[in-house]
């Protein structure tokens, strides 16, 4: 019984191996054809260069955001196209200190503050299935050192599922308190959707 049982197995896994290596193909086939099928694709939409990211957009005169000069990011030369940018951005930071805000202005700073409140309610949500986890896992142990254990890791996550209940509460404030901002601003409401 035993040798049938072990001579099934046996022929399994040779069956399972043979198949295997009937449908691999090698790298240089899957190269080849990934070429092929490149070729034969049209060529379609744009590449984009750092030349690009610095420059204005075209029709409305406004930059975008140039990427932060950092150790992982290459710096663009500067040349006679990023002059126009600069100058873009300078007259944003007089919009912005004169009060002029747009309704890009406004949805950003909605968009950003609803991130938070979004990315602080997944975080309440983790933790509560962390501290269900553990007290369901203190309650079923019996060894008192890792009753401790659990005990403690259960209440370092509600000190946190605590502090992310009043982050969340504040980032709700932050919403309003931007709303009312907007109100008195006379921002139609419009705008913060």
Wanted: glycine residues 8%.
């Amino acid at each position: 019984m035993r040798v049938k049982g072990l001579s099934a197995l046996v022929a399994g896994l040779l069956l399972t191996a043979s198949a295997a290596s009937f449908r691999a193909q090698s790298l240089g086939d899957v190269a080849k054809k990934e070429e092929e099928r490149r070729k034969q694709q049209p060529a379609t939409g744009k590449t984009y260069t750092n030349k690009d990211l610095g420059a204005p957009l075209p029709g409305t005169g406004v930059a975008t955001p140039a990427p932060p000069s950092g150790g992982d990011a290459v710096d663009a030369p500067k040349s006679k196209e990023s002059a126009p940018a600069a100058e873009a951005g300078k007259t944003d930071d007089k919009d912005k200190s004169t009060g002029a805000k747009d309704q890009a202005y406004w949805q950003g700073r909605r968009k950003g503050l609803q991130d938070a409140l979004d990315r602080d309610n997944t975080l309440l949500d983790a933790m509560q299935s962390r501290i269900n986890a553990l007290t369901t896992d203190f309650v079923n142990r019996d060894d008192p050192a890792q009753r401790t254990k659990i005990g403690q890791d259960r209440d370092k996550a509600t000190a946190e599922l605590d502090r992310l209940k009043k982050q969340v509460l504040q980032d709700r404030k932050a919403i309003t308190d931007l709303e009312d901002e907007a109100r008195r601003a006379g921002v139609p409401p419009g705008w913060l959707r």
